[in-house]
C-alpha cells in the first residue's frame, strides 16, 4: 500500500467513525426528546386532573353555598307566611270583637 492508500484509508476510517458517532448522538437525542416529551405529556395529564378535581371542589362549594343560603331565604320566608297568616287571624278576631262591641253598645242604647 502506498502512503495515499494509507492516508485515504485513515480519512474513510476517520469519516466512518465521526458518522458512527454523529449516528449516536442523533439517536441519544430523539431518545431524550421522546423521553422529554412523554414526562411532559404526563405532567400536564397530571396538571389536568389536578385543576379539574380542583374546579370539582369549587363548584361543589358554591353549590353547597348556594343551598345553604336558598336554605336561609326559605326559613325566612317560611317565617314571613307564618306571620301573615297568623295577622289574618288577629285581624279576623279584632274584627269581631269590635262587631260584638258595637251590638253591646247598641244593647246599651237601646235600654
Known sequence: ???MQNELSINIAINV???AFMAGIYIQTIKTLKENQEKSESDNKDRILELKQ???EKIEDVKNHFAE???RVEE???KHNN???RMVIVEQSTKSAHHR???MKG???DK
Open 1 to 3: 500500500m502506498t502512503a
Open 17 to 19: 467513525v465521526t458518522i
Open 54 to 56: 380542583y374546579f370539582l
Open 69 to 71: 343560603h336558598l336554605t
Open 76 to 78: 325566612k320566608q317560611d
Open 83 to 85: 306571620l301573615i297568616e
Open 101 to 103: 262591641i258595637d251590638e
Open 107 to 109: 244593647d246599651k242604647h
